[in-house]
């Protein structure tokens, strides 16, 4: 049974920093795009970033640019969320999905399988 199992989420204070993982286990990431979301109380799941197989095309949210960076190790099966410059309006599940898509995007339809959501809170 294909899982992800995301990490690293916490509490942060405003301005700082902390890297989430995605780790997979049953199948192999190399052939999937991930795609990373998050979701606030009271709001819609939002597209924050996503990674081609390769690594070679990402895509990034408005609201993340210049802030989020995204990246993928194959051989450790992980793919990585650098958040920097966290603020208040940061705090949310995030989660992870992978998809066999060929041009990243941002629609969840396109991602089949998906983690369980770690929690990030940023605060002072």
């Known amino acids: 049974q294909p899982q992800l199992v995301e990490s690293g989420g916490g509490l942060v204070q405003p301005g700082g920093s902390l890297r989430l993982s995605c780790a997979a286990s049953?199948?192999?990431?190399?052939?999937?795009?991930i795609g990373w979301f998050r979701q606030a109380p009271g709001k819609e799941r939002e597209g924050l970033s996503c990674?081609?197989?390769?690594?070679?095309?990402?895509k990034y949210a408005d609201s993340v640019k210049g802030r989020f960076t995204i990246s993928r190790d194959n051989a450790k099966n992980t793919v990585y969320l650098q958040m920097n410059s966290l603020k208040p309006e940061d705090t949310a599940v995030y989660y992870c999905?992978?998809?066999?898509?060929?041009?990243?995007?941002?629609?969840?339809?396109?991602?089949?399988?998906w983690g369980q959501g770690t929690q990030v809170t940023v605060s002072s």
């Open positions: 999905a992978a998809g066999w898509i060929e041009t990243p995007t941002f629609a969840p339809r396109e991602y089949p399988y």
């Open positions: 049953g199948f192999s990431m190399d052939y999937y795009t």
């Open positions: 990674i081609s197989s390769s690594g070679g095309n990402t």
